[in-house]
């Protein structure tokens, strides 16, 4: 089956089902050819990425099982490659499924159409991708890029109101190269910083007190409470008190119970201490007890 590739002007006639299956088995070996190169590799993507654009979806009379083989391969290539890297093959993936309905059909839960997907065949149209799901997708999602999450988020709901009608190599070699942060170490797109959250009020009226006295604040206000229901005497009383608690000098808590756990420690080694006296004194009544007794055999023999 030979075919025509269209695009900026230019026709190429191949065979291409072989050209697919040979850029197919290409696309295993990206990994690979990235990490070692790294200066050429912006290049190197958006050319392939683009070959598999042509391949796909300009090419004619593409089968739904080739196109949903060459979905997964890019959804599995895009969680092996740099941020900048990995937009660019989620939007040809974009570009696939909204070419055909039945690659959209691979974002259900359930597969269409039974049997296994093979992962490692050279042949698309071997790979029965079509009894498979996007769960790459899921992965993408809590990617530690922000950018690479949106457009992970639109893929998975399938809407892609800014995608281009069609896509052209130099517009992939530039979204690389702009996306790229490599060479300046930032986000690119820039993170937007988040707005500042207005600091929530205290529920408490005395949360700048200490403990201490907030204990005595919120036991003052329950006398002043049922002070409004005794009579008038005894308000002279609490506000006398309260007045007595407002020169107190405050509190250290942390000094307090400090002090508190060490005496808790001494008055149980002085327990134990007793108790150890205690143990001696019986040992040595009962060790005085049978000398006695055998000075007193002794006599009596």
Same mark, same amino acid.
């Given at each position: 089956?030979?075919?025509?590739?269209? @695009?900026?002007?230019?026709?190429?006639?191949?065979?291409?089902?072989?050209?697919?299956?040979?850029? *197919?088995? #290409?696309?295993?070996?990206?990994?690979?050819?990235?990490?070692?190169?790294?200066?050429?590799? @912006?290049?190197?993507?958006?050319?392939?990425?683009? =070959?598999?654009?042509?391949?796909?979806?300009?090419?004619?009379?593409?089968?739904?099982?080739?196109?949903?083989? *060459?979905?997964?391969?890019?959804?599995?290539? !895009?969680? $092996?490659? !740099?941020?900048?890297?990995?937009?660019?093959?989620?939007?040809?993936?974009?570009?696939?499924?909204?070419?055909?309905?039945?690659?959209?059909?691979?974002?259900?839960?359930?597969? !269409?159409?039974?049997?296994?997907?093979?992962?490692?065949?050279?042949?698309?149209?071997?790979? @029965?991708?079509?009894?498979?799901?996007?769960?790459?997708?899921? #992965?993408? $999602?809590?990617?530690?890029?922000?950018?690479?999450?949106?457009?992970?988020?639109?893929? %998975?709901?399938?809407? *892609?109101?800014?995608?281009?009608?069609?896509?052209?190599?130099?517009?992939?070699?530039?979204?690389?190269?702009?996306?790229?942060?490599? =060479?300046?170490?930032? *986000?690119?797109?820039?993170?937007?910083?988040?707005? /500042?959250?207005?600091?929530?009020?205290?529920?408490?009226?005395?949360?700048?007190?200490?403990?201490?006295?907030?204990?005595?604040?919120?036991? %003052?206000?329950?006398?002043?409470?049922?002070?409004?229901?005794?009579?008038?005497?005894?308000?002279?009383?609490? !506000?006398?008190?309260?007045?007595?608690?407002?020169?107190?000098?405050?509190?250290?808590?942390?000094?307090?119970?400090?002090?508190?756990?060490? $005496?808790?420690?001494?008055?149980?080694?002085?327990?134990?201490?007793?108790?150890?006296?205690?143990? /001696?004194? %019986?040992?040595?009544?009962?060790?005085?007890?049978?000398?006695?007794?055998?000075?007193?055999?002794? =006599?009596?023999?």
């Amino acid at each position: 089956s030979t075919g025509a590739l269209r @695009n900026q002007g230019y026709v190429v006639d191949i065979e291409v089902k072989s050209f697919q299956a040979e850029l *197919f088995e #290409l696309l295993l070996a990206v990994p690979r050819v990235l990490l070692p190169n790294p200066i050429d590799a @912006n290049d190197y993507t958006a050319e392939l990425l683009f =070959a598999v654009y042509l391949a796909v979806c300009e090419a004619p009379a593409v089968e739904p099982e080739r196109a949903a083989a *060459f979905a997964k391969r890019l959804a599995a290539l !895009a969680c $092996n490659m !740099a941020p900048h890297q990995a937009i660019a093959t989620i939007t040809v993936l974009q570009h696939i499924m909204r070419r055909s309905v039945r690659v959209a059909a691979l974002l259900d839960a359930e597969p !269409a159409v039974g049997g296994e997907h093979s992962l490692w065949v050279d042949d698309p149209a071997h790979s @029965n991708a079509l009894a498979a799901t996007l769960w790459e997708g899921v #992965l993408l $999602n809590t990617h530690w890029h922000p950018a690479v999450c949106k457009a992970t988020v639109a893929t %998975l709901q399938n809407a *892609f109101p800014r995608l281009d009608p069609e896509l052209t190599l130099g517009a992939l070699r530039e979204l690389v190269h702009a996306l790229d942060h490599t =060479a300046r170490a930032t *986000f690119e797109p820039p993170v937007r910083v988040p707005p /500042a959250r207005a600091q929530k009020r205290s529920r408490s009226a005395h949360a700048h007190l200490n403990k201490q006295q907030q204990f005595v604040m919120r036991g %003052l206000g329950e006398q002043i409470a049922r002070a409004r229901r005794v009579p008038p005497p005894r308000t002279a009383e609490i !506000a006398a008190a309260v007045a007595a608690a407002a020169e107190r000098p405050p509190v250290d808590m942390r000094r307090y119970f400090r002090r508190k756990r060490a $005496n808790e420690r001494l008055e149980r080694r002085l327990n134990a201490m007793q108790v150890a006296l205690v143990a /001696a004194e %019986l040992h040595a009544k009962k060790r005085a007890k049978k000398r006695d007794e055998r000075k007193k055999r002794k =006599a009596e023999d």
